[in-house]
T-cell receptor
Framework: DIQMTQSPSTLSASVGDRVTITCRAS??????LAWYQQKPGKAPKLLIY???TLETGVPSRFSGSGSGTEFILTINSLQPDDFATYYC??????????FGRGTKVEIK | EVQLVQSGTEVKKSGESLKLSCKGS????????IGWVRQMPGEGLEWMGI????????RYSPSFRGHVTISVDNSTSTAYLQWSSLEASDTAIYYC????????????WGQGTLGCVSS
């Protein structure tokens, strides 16, 4: 199984900050990496797939980069609605899919 | 409008069986993979497995293979997740989600079903 190491586990930030979350894979997943946002009591929401493709309707302040084993989610100018938990997910094959352990973005 | 609607909360005892459902609408159900994700109380997301409704091709995470069964009924556009013998550690929220293809992530999610298992 491919392991996904996500960091940090918790992040304190203020409205307007630029935030970065890192996800490292234990072996290459090429560009098959997605990012999700989850708020308490809600289902996760797809933000980015294939490393850097923004899902329809997701604000452009969200961006993704990376390839192989290291990936980054960047949120430019953090908004009040962005305080949530974020997960990375590799999906290199239909049989091999794993999530990172999540990053909680809290208000500073 | 694409929707995945899951069945309601279940309360069971260890050793009992359980079958959760996920009904798709607003798209061609048989031509999109449906995956299942577990979220234990206060924890992160765990991948359980996925099924392609058109031919019932099913792939399981090694962590869940042999403990759960994923199936589908194309006549009702419904996917299922079932256990033959529950354990208390199966208490969790279970989500179904659609995967549009090899390149995409999980783009539509069900609302989640809470399964509570007492020992």
């Amino acid at each position: 199984d491919i392991q996904m190491t996500q960091s940090p586990s918790t992040l304190s930030a203020s409205v307007g900050d630029r935030v970065t979350i890192t996800c490292r894979a234990s072996q290459t997943v090429s560009r098959w990496l997605a990012w999700y946002q989850q708020k308490p009591g809600k289902a996760p929401k797809l933000l980015i797939y294939e490393t850097s493709t923004l899902e329809t309707g997701v604000p452009s302040r969200f961006s993704g980069s990376g390839s192989g084993t290291e990936f980054i989610l960047t949120i430019n100018s953090l908004q009040p609605d962005d305080f949530a938990t974020y997960y990375c997910q590799q999906y290199s094959t239909y049989s091999s899919v794993t999530f990172g352990r999540g990053t909680k973005v809290e208000i500073k | 409008e694409v929707q995945l609607v899951q069945s309601g909360t279940e309360v069971k005892k260890s050793g009992e069986s359980l079958k959760l459902s996920c009904k798709g609408s607003g798209y061609s159900f048989s031509h999109y993979w449906i995956g299942w994700v577990r979220q234990m109380p206060g924890e992160g997301l765990e991948w359980m497995g996925i099924i392609y409704p058109d031919d019932s091709d099913t792939r399981y995470s090694p962590s869940f293979r042999g403990h759960v069964t994923i199936s589908v009924d194309n006549s009702t556009s419904t996917a299922y997740l079932q256990w033959s013998s529950l354990e208390a550690s199966d208490t969790a929220i279970y989500y179904c989600a659609r995967r549009p293809g090899a390149a995409g992530g999980l783009d539509y999610w069900g609302q989640g079903t809470l399964g509570c298992v007492s020992s």
